[in-house]
């Protein structure tokens, strides 16, 4: 494993983790969610089973997260993490092991910026994994646990960083603003790689994930992690996000 640290479009330091097996026959971008980090458990699992495969995994902490990158939680927006993604990307590409097409997994706010990308690039894309992803800014605005940012112009949540502390950290009105700038409904016809949409069934996302499914149009797969959060934590819900993304490799990716 290598862990290096580059520059994106603005400046800012991005920590990057690069895992490489020998003989790799692919290669898997993996992004984290919002106030998250590159070796929290639900994005270790989602990098382990590509790797297993013999796909090159990166990881990367985005800007305004609570990784080892900089910037902090309260200025982070879809459109920095979007771009984060693309300048990673854009590093790889500079990369003895890159290749395409390659792999996308992201999880909540990575879940919709990894499709944003791929419905732009979808000729880079060999598949996409949204986890418990974002479907737009406009759905995720409605969710009841975000209806006080419309009366009191911010929303606090609480979030634990890598080091095991919680925090809570004010999100301003801008932040949800920016979000309505996405929709991956928009931009489904571009999605027509293969789709792993993987979600609790208790996160308040899961009707989204089915507006999603239903309007794609490529080879496709839902799976609900049977009492599972939005977040995954626990070691049997982990290993299930494992097993389900190693059968569809094995199924869809490795043919």
Avoid at 88 to 97: A, D, E, L
Avoid at 186 to 193: I, N, T
Avoid at 246 to 251: C, L, P
Wanted: charged share 25%; aromatic share 10%.
């Amino acid at each position: 494993m290598e862990k290096l640290f580059i520059k994106n479009r603005k400046g800012q330091k991005i920590a990057v983790i690069v895992e490489k097996p020998e003989n790799p026959k692919g290669l898997a971008f993996v992004m984290h969610g919002l106030g998250s980090w590159k070796e929290r458990p639900i994005t270790n699992s989602q990098a382990a089973p590509f790797l297993s495969n013999g796909y090159t995994v990166v990881r990367f902490d985005t800007t305004n997260s609570y990784g080892e990158s900089d910037g902090s939680l309260d200025k982070a927006t879809t459109t920095n993490y979007l771009e984060d993604l693309e300048d990673v990307i854009s590093w790889g590409q500079s990369q003895p092991w890159y290749q395409e097409p390659f792999i996308l997994s992201g999880h909540s706010l990575g879940g919709i910026c990894t499709g944003i990308y791929a419905a732009k690039h979808p000729e880079k894309i060999k598949g996409w994994n949204p986890v418990g992803s974002v479907i737009s800014g406009e759905l995720r605005l409605q969710q009841d646990k975000n209806q006080e940012v419309k009366t009191l112009g911010y929303k606090d949540i609480s979030y634990w960083d890598s080091n095991g502390h919680e925090k809570v950290t004010r999100l301003p009105l801008s932040h949800f603003e920016d979000a309505l700038k996405y929709n991956l409904l928009d931009v489904v016809d571009k999605l027509r790689m293969p789709v792993l949409i993987v979600i609790g069934e208790l996160d308040s996302a899961l009707p989204h994930q089915y507006l999603l499914y239903e309007k794609l149009s490529g080879p496709k797969e839902l799976e609900i992690i049977a009492n599972a959060p939005h977040t995954f934590e626990k070691k049997d819900h982990l290993d299930k996000l494992q097993q389900l993304l190693d059968r569809w490799i094995k199924k869809t990716l490795n043919n």
